[in-house]
């Protein structure tokens, strides 16, 4: 099938209308835990809610050996177990089974001449490879492909998207890329982060570039800090073996919460005039993302830096072991499961406004926040000034926008209570996409926005390598607490407006 | 929880009312609204209005205000009353609902106030073009006071005359309740159409035909001049019955009244398209509803193969939901144009 861009009766206004063309989505790892949590109930959806192309097959690849109605009952019970799934339409799970199969690989490349002409049999030009296996395979998936010419662009487009993490150091994310860069074009590779998928996240470009009252107070003139925290109640559910290697910083800052800061300091990006409009570019928008990640100043782990890792303790009522303690973990292991770093965007924007980063496992409860503390007004004209302004945005497990400030308490004299002016996302009513499912359908529409570009990660590597290489010592936490104590330490700095810092109770 | 508490007060009252619904409704008392959306309707359709806000409450915070206008030879002489409703979905935005009596004498300056101050207001214009009950020129003053002027119809309610009247006045600013209708069709064709070695046909097309349940056309022409519109059709010569064009250096379009007895009424809509079938030199596409599911089934004579598109039915509170929170269509003001060359509009 030779598609091209110039159906008439695709009309330009209608986003809904615009469906990706028929093709293949091999799905590399797809008895994995990621692909039954995550990426089949996403395609699933893909299917239910008619944003799929009309031809299309999931192709499912993997070392076991299974039969097709194998194939098909795993995938049937990861979407009907999985809590993302949402509503199970019996016409919709039957139409995705139709359209699923499943090819048995392995290192050699003969079974990836196998499934070239697995593909070839299925007549969809158009290929998508999701790389849901474990890190290590990544290169070799790639050269496999390369060598089995499935890279080839020559009747359709073939793109690939990669999990994280992409790289556990700079020199292996950069080791990766030049792998990766022997098969593929940069433009053919996305760089999956589930949380550039959340709407909220990306409500952080509308709110501050599509409104006026915002951009301009977001400085160092009006600005005293930022805090962005990414706290997760969970502990290791079965991953322990995974977060021995990669730790807290490997596996939430140096990406998750790396795109947070960045969507929060970057600067307007600038795309070329459409029409009336300045409409977002992929390239533009990666710009600028990758400018405030060169701008940070390098980290002084002692100084900048408080790592924890959680102990025993209770949780919901209940107790809960400490990390040492969890599966598959080592009885003295050091690996940090609680981080809290001092950012400094050294850039005439953000010039002397901190960026406190906070993540963690075990903490008390489930949340994703950026908050923007505002300085204090010039002069105290009011006896009891309650709190400083703050401008939060809820990423999870509420989405939403929430503005602090002060309000005069009704009565005689003058008292003043913070007060807090919230936006909802459930005030709109209608389920948005899950952030994979909004992600896979970009890759397959070829929109690249959302994904991190091969600089963009070295960048970020870059950064936070030396702190990899030389972290400071790991302080216990309880489990069900906020952290280590010292953590607290870290807000304050020589400046008397730090004094009163804290971090957000959540 | 979800639930609807209310009260009935004078139109003075309302805003008191609804603020007083929000305190007693023991939660914080957080009013979040995108804005107004008026109904304008009859006594006679108000079941049918109200369902369809009640069901858009479900996934828009937005104040509704239904006005049902009453003979003037009704009014009962006693002041006007409201009710007045919060209507609260679990998981979902709560929002305030106002219903008042009226008639067409007042019913600007009952309406006009009930706006949230500063925020966009949509007027629905409900009305049939033989309902005599309806007082046009009130409704179109009313049309013109509000806010920002924007005016959700159904064409395929109002028919194309009354329609074109609105349009002249109201120039780029009518959204049509039918072209939403419309939208899961046009999907399917836009799909049915992406392989490059279909396209051949459209600029070759030499019939159309388009199967309607029930008696209504408008909806079968306004999709025809969705078509014409995309695929650059100039001006065409319509039968007196009006169910052929011939499209100049284009294609006969023909409509096929199906009557209820043939398709299964009850899986239709009035007016909706049954199937279509497209010819052109060497290659035919056929494309028919399946019933019991929402798909389209699309037969091509040349590929000897057959598949099935996505074509899910648009309940009216999606029409109105996305006539509430979209700006008019280009597409559709060019489809409008075609119905005006084709003769469609008199």
Redesign the interface.
Known sequence: VILSDSNPLRDPEDFEQHSPEPCAIIVFGITGDLARRKLLPALYRLVRDGRMPQRFTILGAGRKPLSQEENNTNARQAIESAKETGVIEAESLERFLRNLEYVQIDDEPASFMRLGRTLERLELSNQLYYFSTPPSAYAQLARNIGAAGLNSQATGWRRIIVEKPFGTTLKSAQELNLVMHSVFEESQIYRIDHFLGKETVQNMLSLRFANAIFEPILNRNYVDHVQITAAEDLGMEGRGAFYEEAGILRDMIQNHVMQLVCLTAMEPPISRWVGSLHPLEAGALRDEKVKVIRALKPLDPERDVVLGQYGPGSLYGEAVAGYRGEDKVSATSETATYAALRLQVDNWRWAGVPFYLRSAKRMPKKSTEIAIVFKRPPLAMFPQTAEPNVLALNIQPEQGVSLRFDAKVPGLETRLRAVNMDFSYTSFGAEGPTAYERLILDCLLGDASLFPREDEVEASWAWIDPLIQRPPAVKPYSAGSWGPEAAEGLLQDASPSSLERRWRKL | MSGEIGNTVSLRGIETGLLKLWQDQGQ?P?R?ASGTLIALTTPARAPQVLAALDDLA????CRSVVALLHPPSEASGSAPRAEIALQR?K???TCERIVIHTDARHVAGAVLPLGINDMAVRLWWDVASDDQQQDQSASLALARASSDGQLIVDSSVLGFGLLRQLEAQHRETCLDLAWARL?PW??A?????????R?SL?SGLTHLRINVAGSRRELAWLFVAW?GA??GWGAGLLSADRLVLQVAAGPVVELVELPNHEHGAAEYGDGEAVSLVLTGASESITAYKQLG???AVFESSREGVA????L?SRSPSECLAWAYQNQP???WQAAFGCLGRWGLLA
């Open positions: 914080k957080v979040i479900g996934d828009l915070p979905r998981n979902g935005p939208a046009r999907r064709l836009g799909a049915a159409f992406e392989p490059a070695q396209q459209l078509l995309r695929l599911v929402p798909y598949w099935r598109s996505p899910p269509s280009q597409s």
